[in-house]
């Protein structure tokens, strides 16, 4: 989780293992957005996730999110090909996905 004074204002999770992948997921409460709590928690787990000998880290977001784009970006990742669709509050959401490869 990630908190500020106390509070909890978003967490990190991981989705989905294999091969040496992580994909990781996050959300961040609204009252708390465009502070940069995102940002520094994902590149935070991008460097521990690489210390604990993951190769490759992936976050995928709704590609109409500009801001959750920009907090993958910040963090070092780089668009990917890979694409989906996700249900999200009645509809058929066009996802898109970045990801990370440790140096080492």
């Known amino acids: 989780g990630m908190e500020t004074g106390g509070k909890l204002v978003g967490f990190l999770n991981d989705v989905e293992i294999e091969n040496g992948s992580i994909e990781l997921g996050y959300v ?45 970006e910040k963090a070092g990742m780089q668009k990917t090909n890979m694409k989906s669709s996700v249900h999200y509050r009645g509809e058929n959401l066009p996802c898109v996905y970045y990801s990370v490869k440790s140096k080492i």
């Not at 940069?36 to 787990?45: E, I, P, Q, R």
């Not at 690489?50 to 999110?65: D, H, K, P, S, T």
């Open 28 to 72: 961040v409460h609204p009252d708390h957005w465009g502070r940069g709590y995102a940002t520094a928690a994902l590149k935070l787990a991008i460097e521990e996730l690489f210390r604990l000998g993951y190769r490759q880290v992936f976050c995928g977001a709704f590609e109409e999110n500009p801001a959750s784009l920009r907090v993958m």
